[in-house]
């Protein structure tokens, strides 16, 4: 059946859409086989069903604590017996044993062009740092807060009159584009973690990973 993949979500689910997009299309070999979610309000569950996809719920605040609920949530995801796990927009803090059990096959993205502005805000603090450049990012996931190797990013210049809300629109746009992107070179064996890094064609990709310029 291809690539398995379970996607996390905690939101409306657009990078979901994305994801369901590029499968059902017939771009990608991979297949989402669930998306699980820690909020029953979340617009992306709403997706999924449209999708015919199946989902789940797991209400964090019905656990005692973070252990208690990433081991629930293991046991959901791996009773799909996923290839990969995809974060989007899944507003948790993942704990280190999470990680470690699916390390090499966890990616995330993130709205920046890590290493900077790892964390919350990040389309205001690169308008205040001045950064004449800025985008999203798509890296595995290690122990570390949006950290991991970043296998691809995709680049867009600041412009004079760009507000906090004008690049987070113009950044989620690309965010769709590059996150598919990443899944199905995961799923045509092309993306792998090593030692070393992440690898795409057996070539270890730089720390910024591949870069994007949209035109």
């Known amino acids: ?41 979340a ?9 015919g996809i199946p989902t789940a719920v797991l209400d964090h605040k019905q656990y005692a604590g973070r252990e208690a609920f990433d081991d629930a949530l293991m046991q959901v995801i791996d ?39 790892k964390g919350l805000h990040t389309h205001q603090r690169a308008l205040d740092e001045g950064d004449p450049e800025h985008g999203c990012s798509v890296h595995f996931v290690s122990e570390e807060l949006d950290g991991g190797p970043v296998v691809v990013q995709a680049v867009l210049r600041v412009a004079a009159d760009d507000t906090a809300q004008s690049l987070a629109e113009r950044v989620h746009h690309l965010e769709h584009q590059i996150y598919p992107l990443a899944v199905r070179w995961f799923a045509e064996g092309r993306l792998r973690l090593t030692t070393d890094g992440a690898m795409l064609d057996e070539r270890r990709l730089a720390n910024c990973g591949e870069q994007i310029r949209p035109a």
């Open 79 to 117: 009773s799909h017996q996923p290839d990969l796990v995809v974060l989007a927009g899944f507003m948790r803090i993942l704990t280190a044993g999470f990680v470690r059990h699916y390390q090499g096959r966890l990616l995330n993205i993130h709205p920046s062009l890590l290493p900077r502005h």
């Open 43 to 51: 617009y992306g569950l709403t997706r999924a069903k449209n999708a």
């Open 1 to 41: 059946m291809g690539c398995r993949v379970v996607v996390l979500i905690s939101g409306s689910g657009s990078n979901l859409q994305a994801l369901i997009d590029s499968c059902q299309n017939g771009e990608s070999p991979a297949s989402i086989c669930a998306v699980i979610s820690n909020r029953a309000d």
